[in-house]
């Protein structure tokens, strides 16, 4: 019934705007009429939503506080179809380990939140650096609606979004022909070709494993133009582990197939040369050699040029957090705070909230109990994730926990050079990772993945 009064009010809608003359608002009002009614009747769509909207959150164009917004605006909605939702079918209780972990994080970003506050910081920075610190608490909600058989449609909105990603990264970067970073290369194209591959691993119908190889190529020519290097090696150490684990996995669970798994490998060969292939034809085969070459080259210089520009303004960055973080090491600065940076190449200075590590950022912002926080946060996700591998005998389920352990390290290595976790392109596709994973992870390695409390009588 949703479906049906969206198919009928959306066109209504897009016919009286363009008889008014208010084209642009009412074709804006019948896609958001079209959305709310595609969620009361899958209510698992709230999310891919949310997601999709958090992953085209830009920081630099000067609408954040705007676009902040319209995420919150939905999220608010999400909330409101849970709550109905929930009144009819009751609630789904969390996992304890998910629980302890979710407890430690969020006292400790509420810890955060107080000393920033006590210390008069920027209501607006605090406000931004709070929005992407609550990622996990989207598990909360991901749960009471994703379950086992909801793998193959999480895995199709990750694909989804990643593809609509390349699409416009791509068109973006043949129009400005320069290297663009923010919104137009994200991370979600490399989490998303990470959980392909794993599914092709373990995978036991040829035919998933090649849509799952084809369905790479594209996510990997995203990957590779966005000239990012923490993102590449984050890509390599997140795909060393996902391999490793699935041959685990199924020396475990199908060790006559372990070994004709190996066809894999050529399959992946030619994943590789496609990628390589398309990219060329893009970007053109010797001037893509030589970007290529140049960002690698350039890593590690502090020589003053162009190209390595962005490792000087990162060195004073983490001369002046290093030691603003030591005034205060235990608590840290308080979410908010900003310190002062001047850009090399013009002279000007300004306020900074952020730091191209996110390790040191907590640091600065949350001190040493937010670090601990944070390990305690991802260790406990990831111990539960290897008891999947190595217990349950859904192929599925196994695919996603390694899944989430291998995105968890290709975020980690990304993390090392980057503030990912901080805004919420990249925090919104991570929470939907492990949000998918813990509605489907049983409490012990048997049994049912959730309990749900019933609803009310008389409801």
Same mark, same amino acid.
């Given at each position: 019934m949703p479906l049906v009064v969206a198919a009928v009010l959306g066109p209504v809608a897009v016919v009286a705007g363009?008889?008014?003359?208010?084209?642009?608002?009412? !074709?804006?009002? @019948?896609? +958001? %009429?079209? #959305?709310?009614?595609?969620?009361?009747?899958? &209510?698992?769509?709230?999310?891919?939503?949310?997601v999709l909207l958090a992953t085209f959150v830009d920081y630099t164009t000067g609408r954040l506080t705007m676009e902040m917004a319209v995420v919150c605006v939905w999220l608010t909605w999400t909330a409101l179809v849970l709550f109905w939702r929930g009144a009819w079918n009751g609630a789904v209780l969390p996992r304890r380990a998910m629980t302890a972990g979710l407890a430690v994080w969020l006292g400790a970003c509420m810890m955060g939140v107080v000393v920033g506050l006590l210390r008069g910081h920027d209501l607006r920075n605090l406000g931004i650096e709070l929005a992407a610190a609550l990622w996990p608490a989207l598990g909360l909600g991901i749960i009471q609606v994703?379950?086992?058989?909801? !793998?193959?449609? @999480?895995? +199709? %909105?990750? #694909?989804?979004?990643?593809?609509?990603?390349? &699409?416009?990264?791509?068109t973006m970067l043949q129009v400005h022909q320069r290297r663009l970073g923010g919104i137009y290369f994200t991370t979600v194209t490399g989490i998303a070709a990470l959980l392909l591959w794993t599914a092709a691993l373990l995978s036991p119908s040829r035919k998933v494993r090649a849509w799952c190889l084809v369905g790479m190529i594209p996510l990997l020519v995203h990957l590779l133009f966005s000239f990012t290097r923490g993102y590449w090696l984050g890509f390599i150490a997140g795909f060393a582990v996902a391999t490793y684990l699935a041959w685990r996995s199924l020396s475990c669970f199908e060790p006559a197939e372990r070994w004709r798994r190996l066809r894999v490998l050529p399959a992946l060969a030619a994943v590789l040369a496609a990628t390589l292939g398309f990219s060329m034809l893009f970007?053109?085969?010797?001037?893509?050699?030589? &970007?290529l070459g140049g960002r690698f080259s350039s890593?590690?210089?502090?020589?003053?040029?162009?190209?390595?520009?962005?490792?000087?303004?990162?060195?004073?960055?983490?001369?002046?957090?290093?030691?603003?973080?030591?005034?205060?090491?235990?608590?840290?600065?308080?979410?908010?705070?900003?310190?002062?940076?001047?850009?090399?190449?013009?002279?000007?200075?300004?306020?900074?909230?952020?730091?191209?590590?996110?390790?040191?950022?907590?640091?600065?912002?949350?001190g040493i109990v937010g670090l601990a926080a944070f390990?305690?946060?991802?260790?406990?996700?990831?111990?539960?994730?290897?008891?999947?591998?190595?217990?349950?005998?859904?192929?599925?389920?196994?695919?996603?926990?390694?899944?989430?352990?291998?995105?968890?390290?290709?975020?980690?290595?990304?993390?090392?050079?980057?503030?990912?976790?901080?805004?919420?392109?990249?925090?919104?596709?991570?929470?939907?990772?492990?949000?998918?994973?813990?509605?489907?992870?049983?409490?012990s390695g048997s049994g049912?993945?959730?309990?749900?409390?019933?609803?009310?009588?008389?409801?």
């Amino acid at each position: 019934m949703p479906l049906v009064v969206a198919a009928v009010l959306g066109p209504v809608a897009v016919v009286a705007g363009l008889a008014a003359g208010a084209w642009a608002p009412m !074709l804006l009002l @019948a896609a +958001a %009429t079209a #959305l709310a009614a595609w969620t009361l009747a899958d &209510a698992r769509a709230t999310f891919v939503v949310a997601v999709l909207l958090a992953t085209f959150v830009d920081y630099t164009t000067g609408r954040l506080t705007m676009e902040m917004a319209v995420v919150c605006v939905w999220l608010t909605w999400t909330a409101l179809v849970l709550f109905w939702r929930g009144a009819w079918n009751g609630a789904v209780l969390p996992r304890r380990a998910m629980t302890a972990g979710l407890a430690v994080w969020l006292g400790a970003c509420m810890m955060g939140v107080v000393v920033g506050l006590l210390r008069g910081h920027d209501l607006r920075n605090l406000g931004i650096e709070l929005a992407a610190a609550l990622w996990p608490a989207l598990g909360l909600g991901i749960i009471q609606v994703f379950d086992r058989r909801s !793998l193959v449609y @999480a895995g +199709a %909105t990750l #694909l989804g979004v990643g593809l609509i990603h390349t &699409a416009f990264g791509l068109t973006m970067l043949q129009v400005h022909q320069r290297r663009l970073g923010g919104i137009y290369f994200t991370t979600v194209t490399g989490i998303a070709a990470l959980l392909l591959w794993t599914a092709a691993l373990l995978s036991p119908s040829r035919k998933v494993r090649a849509w799952c190889l084809v369905g790479m190529i594209p996510l990997l020519v995203h990957l590779l133009f966005s000239f990012t290097r923490g993102y590449w090696l984050g890509f390599i150490a997140g795909f060393a582990v996902a391999t490793y684990l699935a041959w685990r996995s199924l020396s475990c669970f199908e060790p006559a197939e372990r070994w004709r798994r190996l066809r894999v490998l050529p399959a992946l060969a030619a994943v590789l040369a496609a990628t390589l292939g398309f990219s060329m034809l893009f970007f053109g085969g010797g001037d893509l050699l030589d &970007a290529l070459g140049g960002r690698f080259s350039s890593s590690f210089s502090t020589e003053v040029s162009g190209a390595t520009l962005s490792n000087l303004v990162r060195l004073d960055e983490y001369d002046r957090a290093i030691g603003a973080a030591l005034e205060s090491p235990v608590l840290g600065q308080g979410l908010g705070y900003s310190f002062i940076t001047k850009d090399l190449l013009l002279g000007t200075v300004r306020d900074q909230w952020f730091v191209h590590n996110y390790y040191l950022l907590i640091w600065l912002k949350l001190g040493i109990v937010g670090l601990a926080a944070f390990a305690f946060l991802l260790g406990t996700s990831v111990r539960a994730a290897k008891r999947v591998c190595d217990e349950d005998p859904d192929w599925r389920a196994r695919a996603w926990a390694i899944g989430a352990i291998a995105v968890t390290v290709q975020v980690l290595a990304i993390l090392a050079t980057n503030y990912s976790l901080a805004d919420l392109t990249t925090a919104f596709v991570f929470a939907f990772v492990w949000g998918v994973f813990w509605s489907i992870r049983p409490e012990s390695g048997s049994g049912e993945a959730a309990t749900r409390v019933a609803a009310p009588e008389g409801v």
